[in-house]
């Protein structure tokens, strides 16, 4: 079967991670990325020896690239013309004008992450709790990162024990590692409840009533999310560890092993020798799982720059039929991202 | 009637803002403070003009006091031999020992803060939630920070509405303004779950399940916490709303006023033109009251620097038998320290 | 002599400490503020009594205020009608239009801040640098906070032994407490040298050459530049010290003593029970001070918020004919702003 | 030639990267590491795939590396027995009692971090500024992270036009991604001056008069130092920048090309695919060098986790007599760690 050949646009900190996601996917082939500017992502590209294409989207200016010494391969629409879907990880809004422009015209499927409007795409896509709706369809959007890795562990317990309601506290990194365009400085920032995780995960998961209470906090390495959430019977402290230590996309750590917070994530990932130390997996703290009654309260650790790529490589897999399950489609995902091995380390 | 004489064991971030307390109630007299080092506190106070006496703990060395100009009125002794009361905010595991050597020979009661064991005290004290209790004791020990303004909104909507249930996401911040001994940079640090303020509510309010996870965050103003309760019956947003702004040392605030985060209140503070930016009451945002089924859920932001004043005072008033109940105990606090008088400027 | 009647337009963290300044000179009088919107500052000072008049700047809605309880007594142009001079801390370009609006038809002096362009005065100002040269000026323009500060210490070095050049490091604070626009998190951020700090000061000391570095830093309490000074002599550490010493408006603190840093400054100021717990004076570390070869190096603390209070003070005494020479001016300055008087506290 | 063997004591932060660095010397073999507890980065190597051999260090208890299932090769003696040289980055004082039970009674040279006191060494030692005094020798010790990288650029300078004098200023990172045993919230923290780098670095070029001022902030990527150089003649910014431009180990980088500051250099060490996104070099900016006077100004990026582990691989070369020169000596490292390639990337 000939590879599934695919497109980045916008090589910012999801689409680098998109791209070297679908680079290390047998079953497919990245074709190119595209962007605007030389950003200093760009410059490190180029410094690494350049290895994927870069194509310019509208309003680039090729002298740019050409002072700061890096090969332009074509145009956006050279890259359209040879592939079978975008992945498009642009500013927000600007997914939608391409999709308009250039994906619909051109009869090229896209997927488009969390900044765009729900109404750009056929589905609001997550890989395990409704990929089979991703199915076949031209336009997937993606689940932001937050809503992501909290339907991970939602879907995770729904699917075993049921689950009626959850109400979740997101404790927000407030800008990536390197961002100098936002940031907090000594203060915890408040937003509007409830927070657009929960009104998300609904859209996903309807059959769950979900809110939750939004928190910035002046850090950049991974948010954390406490979650109460209410089972169709009591969970109990064993039945919920039994489900989250199942899941491949879960990582369930504990304090007294070294695993203080976010950033000791961050280092371990780093650690592990993985590329820009980045972590796939979310993590939930044993020593946070507490029950409240007959409600059940856990913490979850959300890498925020990279947890959407298994995801998002589901999507390509359900948007282009090459698995028609999420079973199937999530394995594969998996098994290129070499995600789930780090289970036989465990005790 | 003769005023209450008081003295407080420990000028540190509590025991400063202590003093002032007492200062301010009319029926109340400050004695004097006591320490050990010529800190920054005592030298600032000094500058302001040395307002309070200066009682010097066993291994306090007066040459110290002297080399920084700083005049001593006596020794620990020389205090405790004036007072009815001692307000113990030494480091933890001291007023246990204070009290040994000095509290019960010299037959002086003593309030003590967050930091000692339980056992040091008779009663576990909150103005609000069982002032009875500390009717006439000898020894009382008052909540944290976090407890203590946890406990003012938990309780607000318990004799109200009836609360069987709370799950609590506690979002802390990791040092005060100043602190160079302690310290978090760039993280988020977990603690084990269950967090010690879900198990101190439920031995002040015993009929409640209580539990919830704890968060440090690097920031220095204010904790914030938000609470999951689930109500003897459903609590709707407005049922809660109504609660909490009826309470004197809750203020109902907006983030479309400008209050943002836990900054905006520091600084509203500051602008008020209380002495050291202080705050005596919690803040619940309107804006982060939501319903989750029938649960109520809300965000709490806790000034820890004074918010555990009030209730000392409470707990004096308490301890002395000057007020009998919860309802007038806390009214006199509130008169001296100008608490409730904010809810006149409210639309 | 009749007070010189004073305005203040923009009630931001300049603004609302120039109002409280010049209501604390009582040869001065107070006439009023101006501002645009019900910000979380006019809130404040409304929750605080009123205690002085607010007056609305072209394109504020009253209606905003109405709804916000806050009492407004009139126009700008009311209030123009009945001032001397104006302090305007409009944000930045706003002063320039005020005047041309304004100030000028209506004959009415002024003061800018830092953010306006130096053309919008006929000198730029420093108390202590060049009084005598806003002596009767129309337009002055205050230096900017670090700049206030390290002239001070440059002034006070140069007036004694003669300065030829300075070498500056900025140390910046990125956002003042309870900001919540502009944040910096994790990072510290390089601005293009020279910095303009060095430029303003060889512009008020054209004798000097001053060049320098800044980095900002994400904390909110106090900038710190260390200075490398070239002296027309060898000037020694104990030169230095004397010379900062006598100052009114420099500290001269110690690390052993607990001044540990910039947070340690803030902490000081709210202990001392100054409004918002300000600190008009810059700090000097006595243990930063060390030879370099024939330079001296030391470290300053810049409060940022309150610093170019007392200067702007100055400026209006320069600007009404008040006082006519810098040690007149800054006398009574300081007098009514209760500088200087630390100095006995020392030992 | 047979490849020398080395040894890592310690595998902390700076033990990790010089196993790594070893491990990348085609001349060298790492023979194994050795360290107490089975810590996170132990558990991330073991992974990872466990490829370096572990040794137990006195005091370790095997059990706890069993029950993480981390596989243990020996005892610290045994790993003595194999090498010729160890590196010895173990905490503080731990190196010197390594020194006098293993390393001298073993015959088995060793370099020593900046942690240990300077007479553990027989040579206090810097690739570039004094290879020759460690040829040959027993023990070396290292120069700090800050050191390290700052007398690259003073070496530089002084090997071209000669340098008299230097004045620093240390703007320190204070903890490093991961930790949570120390840290630093919302504050600058003075050191008392003159700093020790300053000090260090007239050990190692004792003809230089070189002091400075440290100051401390809440960061966690990257050191900046800012340097005022007094040459033997005026060095103009062209002269400097001609010497940074041609070190291999600095990297001139420009604000304009998005090197914003200390987070943009560890952002572009990830986007390099550098394991742990580490990087080797210094940086210099472009935009920062100035002229002062006659002196020259200029500010480095110190990448403090990696910045050493050149330096030590040519303390290798220099102890084990591999190579007889700086110039030789640090080519090799040069080549092995693939630093100075990015030269070709430049305009």
Known sequence: MAKIKVGVAGYGTIGMRLADGVAA??????????DLKPTLSLRALNE??????????DGADKADFDEAGIPVKGTFQDLIDQVDIMLDSSPAGVGAANKEKYYEPNGVKAIFQGGEKNSVADVFFHGYANYEKGVGKDYL???????????????????????????????????????????????????????????D?????PH??????????????????????TGKQKITREMALESFKKHPRIRVVRIEDGFLGNASLFKYGRDLG?????????????????ESGDDIM???????????????????????????TSEEGTAETNKYLNIGGFKKFEK
């Not at 996917?25 to 595209?34: F, K, N, P, R, Y």
């Not at 024990?161 to 936002?182: E, L, M, N, Q, S």
């Open 25 to 34: 996917q047998e079953d497919m082939e990245l074709v190119g990325i595209a």
């Open 48 to 57: 690494s020896g350049m290895p994927y294409d870069l194509y310019l989207v």
């Open 141 to 199: 959007k993606l689940t932001s990162c937050n809503t992501t890795g909290l339907i991970r562990s939602v879907d995770a317990l729904d699917k075993d024990w049921g689950i009626d309601k959850v109400a979740i506290t997101i404790i927000r990194r407030f800008a990536d590692p390197g961002d100098y365009h936002r940031g907090l400085t000594n203060a915890l920032k408040m937003d509007k409840a409830p927070t657009h995780q929960a009104v």
């Open 201 to 205: 995960l609904m859209t996903i998961m």
């Open 208 to 229: 769950i009533d979900a809110t939750g209470i939004l928190v910035h906090t002046p850090v950049t390495h991974g948010h954390i999310i406490t979650v109460v959430a």
């Open 274 to 290: 993985h590329k820009r130390g980045d972590m796939y997996e979310i993590a939930i703290w044993e020593d946070s799982i507490v």
């Open 298 to 324: 856990f913490a979850i650790n959300i890498p925020q720059e990279a947890v959407t790529i298994p995801e998002t490589m589901d999507g390509i897999r359900a948007a282009m039929k090459m698995q028609m």
